[in-house]
């Protein structure tokens, strides 16, 4: 088992910046794609989008075209920790942020993410 606490989410206005942070227990960090996802608040988890994911290397890293060039995906592994750098918010970046973690990233509804976090919230206004 993997588990995964989301943090960093919060009120920015348009043009902001913001880095959640997604803290991993439980099995070796490294065997592990990272990733993040969001969807709107009270939506169901069969409508998150898909947002950033970083090998278990480091090296490669995807980016979903509405988000490529503002956010920026890494992880620590001394600290068990993958990070989403959220720069140029939008309001349409509203959303809950989910962190997860897979063997390999897949399509949706799952991604083939098999653990997941409960998300932290960011909202951007106008």
């Known amino acids: 088992q993997v588990q995964l606490v989301e943090s960093g989410g919060d009120l920015v206005q348009a043009g902001g910046s913001l880095r959640l942070s997604c803290a991993a227990s439980g099995r070796t960090f490294s065997n592990y794609v990272m990733g993040w996802f969001r969807q709107a608040p009270g939506s169901a988890g069969s409508e998150r989008k898909f947002?950033?994911?970083?090998?278990?290397?480091?090296?490669?890293?995807f980016y979903a075209d509405s988000v490529e060039g503002r956010f920026t995906i890494s992880r620590d592994y001394a600290k068990n920790t993958a990070y989403l750098q959220m720069n140029s918010l939008k309001p349409e970046d509203t959303a809950v942020y989910l962190c997860?973690?897979?063997?390999?990233?897949?399509?949706?509804?799952?991604?083939?993410?098999?653990?997941w976090g409960k998300g932290t919230l960011v909202t951007v206004s106008s």
């Open positions: 947002v950033a994911a970083i090998g278990w290397s480091g090296r490669n890293t």
């Open positions: 997860a973690a897979g063997t390999e990233l897949k399509e949706a509804p799952n991604y083939g993410m098999d653990y």
